[in-house]
């Protein structure tokens, strides 16, 4: 077993490396499972958008009822009333809305003249045009209060509004998964996989390949009396404990993380999903490792292609934010099955039928992948062979 | 002697495929995937008709006045259909919400959205219509022909908008900026790169270089020259490529770009400059130190989550003016977002005060030394 100890031994020089990578990986898993875990809630919650309010106004009755009107349909961020830092909120998406109430504003509007609240916002956005109608809609009907209604004060025009306001419609909120907010955290874990172990499973074989190729070494090794046969199996052996040892670590994590979920039916079609992939992403790390030359192309070539691939395929920003065109060139890789299939695995309400189905075939692309890579190395070495003599 | 060293040293670092790769081919790869990944984005937010299905009641009349309040407010792509095909549809995730129409409107959804927040205050806003109506015409019949139907139909617009800022808030362009800052600081590489051809006890070139009868300080010089002038028209062809191929929006302010391009060029070479001189380990190593400080300096900057740096400015100003890489961005940021020049400025001058802390620092180190063996 010499070659096989050779394999494991230019890893370990390799160590540094690989394991940043690995090192990544872990530290942005722990810290985005530690990250929030809110509790799967069984009533249904309204969607407050974050606003910052600059009140220029004077006080009156009127305004505290307004300002309490939004406090119940948003949520007021405190924020220092100084242009750079209301602006910087807003591009950082940290408020969604800055409402400025001009001085006079209660007074001109009681009196009936025109007046107007400022607004800025991204342009086009809903929760920016969900605030305008919640606005609107209340200074409408105070407004219509004013020309119709029986209201002699301010105190009467906030008691009817507060009583109109306080009218809402009741909810049911029917969750057929109570575990969906694990399963999306476990979603981002697997897809977030791909990216980590392809960087490693092609910095580790192409290390190890990019010695076994130099033709002195290949030469010195053909000359020994190991038969071809035994020196490849070993070399695949190899390869296969390497990308098995890798994926074993990563899978062990996801178990620290939640067992509970890792162990119903959904995790054990991660861990298949997952493992078919691994061997997907060994195939192609074989078919590079036989085409990179120098150990600075290795660590290029391994960034771009786990990079990339990761980003057309929806490990890093999910899927569905991704264009048509830019899907139907991420299909080419493995890695978009792969991904598909661990979003459905984990959304699904119930794994069966054609979900399952589904499911399944995309795991075989990815199988399919693997193989088909797999033959065109086989392929291109054998031409290369013949070539040599 | 000057002009000489410069040009060969273009022409080598020009040849250098590594420094090439890592400075020119990484970051233009890199600019794709943001476009690829991020292009939609920006539309993501933009609203879109919500699918509601609506099971209505035995009614005629009360279904046709309430259908009719539906369609006219425009939000919504409606399904009118039974209790049991609704509940199959929301669970298909095909709708976002039910309504059962009756007496009391009521509202099935099967999770909390923006979506579904939506409909139910479109609901509200119905039975608050209705307790409006209510309250007015009891107190004053006469309303009804005067007119009050119209105060609802027709309502005033009460909100302008203003935009107090250059262009419009936009998440995505932060992540082409820090891209750039990147960029600049990977210049590291040949400032890195011609201090160890210059220095005698690091490479064999530099034993070369220091045996020869020139000025140390004049080769140095165009050493280091002849790195800048390949970074700045690294950084030039990369913002071509963002700016024409990609369409990345930096605003229109070209010679304050330029001086931002410049300054982040000449901070990248310093930067690594000053690693080479003060670092004594291998090559590796400084290497090492180089690609890992510039990714915690771009994660730092928003590179990865654009939160980042609003974080950071928010609860620890002090780091985020501590960090090139931060403040190439933030000038990008604020020649696209603000009006004024102030920050822009503020940033620039802290760049040139790292470069010449940098500057002098290397100068410090390389400066007279002399081996009488190696």
Redesign the interface.
């Known amino acids: 077993m010499q070659v096989y100890k050779a394999f494991f031994k230019i890893i370990l020089k390799n160590r540094m490396q690989i394991s940043i990578y690995l090192i990544v990986f872990i530290v942005l898993a722990v810290a985005f499972t530690a990250s929030y875990t809110s509790p799967v809630?069984t009533d249904?919650?309204?969607?407050k958008i974050n606003i910052a309010l600059i009140n220029e106004d004077e006080d009156s009755v009127f305004l505290d009822g307004f300002i309490a009107y939004l406090t119940v349909n948003a949520n007021l961020v405190n924020l220092p009333d100084d242009?750079?830092s209301l602006?910087?909120?807003?591009?950082?998406?940290?408020v969604d809305y800055i409402?400025?109430i001009p001085d006079g504003f209660s007074q001109d509007f009681l009196a009936g003249q025109t007046?107007?609240?400022?607004?800025?916002?991204?342009?086009?956005?809903?929760?920016a045009?969900?605030m305008?109608?919640?606005?609107?809609?209340y200074?409408?009907?105070a407004?219509?209060?004013l020309?119709?209604?029986?209201v002699v004060s301010q105190y009467e025009l906030v008691s009817?509004l507060q009583?109109?306001?306080s009218?809402?419609?009741?909810?049911?909120?029917?969750?057929?998964t109570d575990e969906?907010d694990s399963a999306e955290k476990m979603a981002y874990y697997y897809n977030f996989m791909a990216y980590s172990l392809f960087a490693i499973l092609i910095l580790g074989v192409c290390a190890v390949m990019l010695v076994f190729n130099d033709s002195d070494i290949k030469k010195r090794n053909f000359a020994s009396p190991l038969k071809t046969l035994n020196y490849n199996s070993q070399l695949v052996l190899g390869s296969l404990s390497f990308a098995v040892l890798a994926w074993l670590l990563m899978v062990a994590l996801s178990f620290i993380i939640n067992s509970d979920f890792m162990f119903s039916e959904k995790g054990l079609l991660l861990i298949l999903n997952s493992f078919v992939f691994t061997m997907s992403a060994l195939s192609i790390s074989f078919f590079i490792s036989n085409l990179v030359k120098s150990r600075?192309a290795m660590s290029?070539v391994a960034?771009?292609f786990a990079?990339?691939t990761s980003?057309?395929s929806g490990v890093?920003?999910e899927q569905v934010?991704?264009?048509d065109t830019?899907l139907s060139i991420a299909s080419f890789t493995p890695t978009y099955w792969y991904v598909k299939a661990n979003n459905a695995i984990t959304s699904a309400?119930s794994l069966s039928g054609s979900t399952l189905t589904d499911i399944l075939t995309w795991i075989a692309l990815v199988l399919g992948f693997g193989i088909a890579i797999l033959g065109v190395t086989l392929v291109l070495l054998k031409n290369r062979k013949v070539e040599a003599r | 002697m000057f002009l000489h060293n410069y040009f060969y040293r273009l022409k080598c670092i020009f040849r250098d495929?590594?420094a090439m790769?890592?400075t020119l081919v990484?970051p233009i790869?890199?600019g794709s995937?943001?476009y690829?990944?991020?292009?939609?984005?920006g539309n993501?937010?933009?609203?879109e008709k919500i699918n509601l299905a609506i099971v209505l009641n035995s009614d005629e009349a009360e279904n046709t006045a309430f259908l009719e309040t539906v369609t006219e407010t425009d939000l919504f792509n409606i399904t009118e259909t039974s209790k049991d095909q609704a509940?199959e549809l929301?669970?298909d995730n095909q709708v976002d919400g039910i309504i059962l129409f009756d007496q009391?409107?009521?509202?099935?959804?099967?999770?909390?959205?923006?979506n579904?927040?939506?409909i139910?205050?479109f609901?509200?806003?119905?039975?608050?219509?209705?307790?409006?109506l209510n309250?007015?015409i009891t107190?004053?019949p006469q309303?009804l022909s005067?007119g009050?139907i119209d105060?609802?139909t027709d309502?005033?617009?009460?909100?302008?908008?203003?935009?107090?800022?250059r262009n419009?808030?936009?998440?995505v362009v932060?992540y082409f900026y820090t891209l750039i800052a990147m960029a600049c600081l990977y210049g590291g590489f040949l400032g890195l790169k011609e201090i160890t051809t210059i220095q005698a006890d690091l490479s064999t070139e530099g034993a070369r270089v220091s045996v020869a009868p020139a000025n140390k300080l004049k080769i140095f010089l165009s050493s280091i020259l002849a790195a800048t002038t390949i970074q700045m028209v690294v950084i030039a062809l990369l913002m071509c490529f963002l700016v024409f191929f990609l369409k990345v929006n930096f605003g229109d302010q070209l010679v304050y770009i330029a001086i931002t391009c410049a300054i982040g060029s000449i901070t990248g070479v310093s930067f690594g400059a000053f690693i080479a001189s003060v670092v004594k380990r291998e090559e590796g190593v400084k290497i090492g130190i180089l690609i890992g400080s510039t990714m915690a300096m771009s994660f730092l900057s928003g590179m990865m989550v654009?939160?980042i740096?609003?974080t950071i400015?928010q609860n620890m100003p002090i780091l985020s003016y501590l960090n090139p890489a931060n403040l190439i961005t933030d000038s990008f940021?604020a020649l696209y977002?603000?009006p004024d020049h102030s920050?822009f400025f503020t940033n620039i001058l802290l760049l040139c005060a790292f470069n010449i802390v940098f500057s002098t620092m290397t100068f410090f180190v390389i400066r007279r030394q002399k081996y009488a063996s190696l």
């Open positions: 809630s249904f919650t309204e969607s242009p750079q602006q910087d909120a807003l591009f950082f998406q940290e409402l400025r007046v107007s609240l400022e607004k800025t916002a991204a342009p086009n956005s809903t929760s045009t969900f305008d109608l919640r606005i609107n809609q200074l409408n009907t407004q219509t209060y020309n119709y209604g029986n009817s009583n109109d306001f009218n809402s419609s009741s909810v049911t909120l029917n969750s057929h969906s600075s290029a960034n771009v990079l990339g980003f057309i890093f920003v934010y991704l264009g830019v309400s | 495929r590594q790769f890592w990484f790869i890199l995937l943001f690829l990944a991020l292009s939609n984005i993501i937010d933009n609203f509940h929301l669970n009391n409107p009521e509202l099935s959804v099967s999770q909390s959205g923006i579904q927040t939506i139910k205050s609901l509200d806003q119905y039975l608050q219509v209705s307790s409006t309250t007015i107190d004053n309303a005067s009050l105060s609802f309502p005033t617009e009460y909100v302008t908008e203003v935009t107090p800022t419009n808030p936009d998440p932060n654009e939160n740096k609003y400015s940021y977002y603000y920050r």
